[in-house]
C-alpha cells in the first residue's frame, strides 16, 4: 500500500493526462521516464483494483478510472475492417525532441492557466519558482501524498481539467502504435478485472473489442502473429502472446460467462503444446519449433518487463482445470511448475509470477452461482464476490438448468432446473474437494469470503 499510494501521487504518474511512466530515474521517484507503456499500466490497474478491494483506499479507485481513461482516450489502435479496435503499445517519452517537454510546466503557465486558482494547485502540486526538475515542474504530490477534503479534491480535479486542456494544445510525444499480441493479452486481462470490480460496461466491451480483433486481424492461417500495424500482422507469435491471451480469454469467461472465451484459451493451448512444448525436459519454449532464424530456442520461468510466459501458463492451466473440470490440465499445470521447481533454489526473485501461479494452482478459491447471470439476486451475489481483494479466485456462475463438470467439487448442485434454497440465488465456496452450504445472502456471502 506504500508503495502503490507513493506511486499514484509520486512524478512518476500523470496527475492530468491518467497513467503511469515507464519507471523513475530517481531515488525520490519524482522524475519519471516519460515513456508510457501499455504493460505497466496493465499490471498496475490489477494491482490497484485488488488493493482497492483490500482498504478501500479513494485514491486507487481514482487511479484507476484516470488511467482507463487515459487508455481509451490516447491508445486505441487504427480500427479493423469490423470496427473493432485493439491497443496501442506505447507513448514515448520525447517531443520536439526533447524528453518529457509535452508534459512538465513553469509556474508562469500554471498562474497564467488558472488564475485565482492557481495558488491552491501549487500548493498540492509542488509547483514552484525555478520547478523542480532542470528548471522545470513535473507535477506531484509526494509531499502529502493524501487526498484532501471532498471540496478542494474537486477544485483540484477542475484545475487538472483546464491544465489537460490547455496541454492538448502542446506537440504530442511520438505513439507507438503497433499492436503486440502479448502486450494486449495483459491489458484485455486488466480491463476484463477492472470492470466487474468497478461495474464499468463499456470498460469490458473494450476489452471485448481488443480480443476480438486480435483473434481476427492477428490470426493467419490458424496461428496468432505477434504483431500488427497499418493492415498487417507480423512475426511468428511467441510464447508470451499464447499465455497472455489465453489468460485474457480466461478473464473475459469469468466476467461474461460465455463459454466461447474458454474454447478460444483452449484452442491456444492446444497450439502451445503442438509447436512449443519442451517434450524431453518440460515446459515450453519461447519461440515455435517451425520459428526460422532462431539459433536458440530459449526456455525460462524468469520475470522480465512482463510476466513470464510459463509463469502464466501454469495460471492458465490451473484455470482452466478449475473452470473445465478436465483433470489432464492440473496434470499439465504441476509438470510445467515442476520443470522449472529447481530455478527456486538458485534464485527466486525473478519468479514472482512463477511462485503465484503455483500457489494459485493449489490453493484456488472457488466460487460457484447458481442463478441465471442478469438476474438482480444473482448480480447481488456477484457484487458480493467482487467487493473482496481475492488473488485466487476462480468465479463460475451457471443456470440452475446447467451442469458444473462431473470433477468440479460442486457438481450436482442447482442441476436439473432446481433452483436451491428457496428459489433463489444461491452461492457455494470451495477449497479443494469441499465446499460450503449454499449461501443465498450478500452479505453472508462476503463475510464467508473474508473469513475463509
Known sequence: HLTLVRMSQGGIYDHLGGGFARYATDAEWLVPHFEKMLYDNASLLEMLAHAWRDNGEALYEQRVRETVGWLLREM?????????RAFASALDADSEGEEGKFYVWSEAEIDEALGAEAALFKRHYDVMPGGNWEGHTILNRSADPSLADGPIEARLAAARAVLLKRRAKRIRPGW??????DWNGLMIAALA?????????????AARAAFAFVRRE????????????????????????YAHMSRAALALAEATGESRYIAAAESWVALLDAHYADRAAGG?????ADTADVILRNKSAIDHATPSGNAVMVEVLARLFYLTGKSAYRDRAEALAGAFAGEIARNFFPLASFLNANEFLHNALQVVIVGSRAAADTQELLKAVHAQSLPDLVLNVIAPDESLPEGHPAYGKGQMGKRPAKGLATAYICRGMTCSLPITDPAGLGKALVHG
Not at 478485472?193 to 466491451?205: A, P
Not at 500488427?228 to 507469435?237: L, M, S, V, Y
Request: charged fraction near 30%; aromatic fraction near 10%.
Open 76 to 84: 486505441q489502435a487504427a480500427p479493423g475492417p469490423d470496427g473493432t
Open 176 to 181: 507507438d502504435d503497433k499492436v503486440l499480441a
Open 193 to 205: 478485472k477492472v470492470s466487474i470490480v468497478f461495474n464499468e460496461k463499456t470498460w469490458l466491451d
Open 218 to 241: 492477428m490470426t493467419v492461417e490458424g496461428r496468432l502473429r505477434h504483431s500488427w500495424r497499418e493492415g498487417r500482422a507480423r512475426h511468428p507469435a511467441t510464447l508470451d502472446d
Open 284 to 288: 515450453y519454449f519461447f519461440t515455435a
